[in-house]
Nanobody
């Protein structure tokens, strides 16, 4: 079993920054990729970014590329998402997820999910 706990969400003005964290525990061999997804009210959950746990390869959604950075701290078993130049459209609940599939960008590719952390960006 893999256990994920997100933190770091909050309210920020457009143009500001936030850093999300995801504490990861459990069966390490069950995780090949970790990712961030987000879901706004009335919308489907969408891919944001992913990182391979061993090789450190990354992939980003077009909407966040150049503004968001995904990275990890292996000794701390923690995944991060640095979000800069935030826009109102970035407002959503952000979820951390773990996958056995290499750099999956789809919800179905992830077997383990955190509870989510709310990000609200005001204009």
């Amino acid at each position: 079993q893999v256990h994920l706990v997100e933190s770091g969400g909050g309210l920020v003005q457009a143009g500001g920054s936030l850093r999300l964290s995801c504490a990861h525990s459990g069966r390490r061999f069950s995780t090949t990729t970790m990712g961030w997804f987000r879901q706004a009210p009335g919308k489907e959950r969408e891919f944001v970014a992913a990182i391979s746990w061993i090789l450190d390869n990354t992939v980003y959604a077009y909407a966040v590329k150049g503004r968001f950075t995904i990275f990890r701290d292996n000794p701390k078993n923690t995944l991060y998402l640095q979000m800069n130049d935030l826009k109102v459209d970035d407002s959503a609940v952000y979820y951390c997820a773990a996958s056995k599939v290499s750099l999956s960008i789809v919800v179905a590719g992830y077997a383990y999910w955190g509870q989510g952390t709310q990000v609200a960006v005001s204009s």
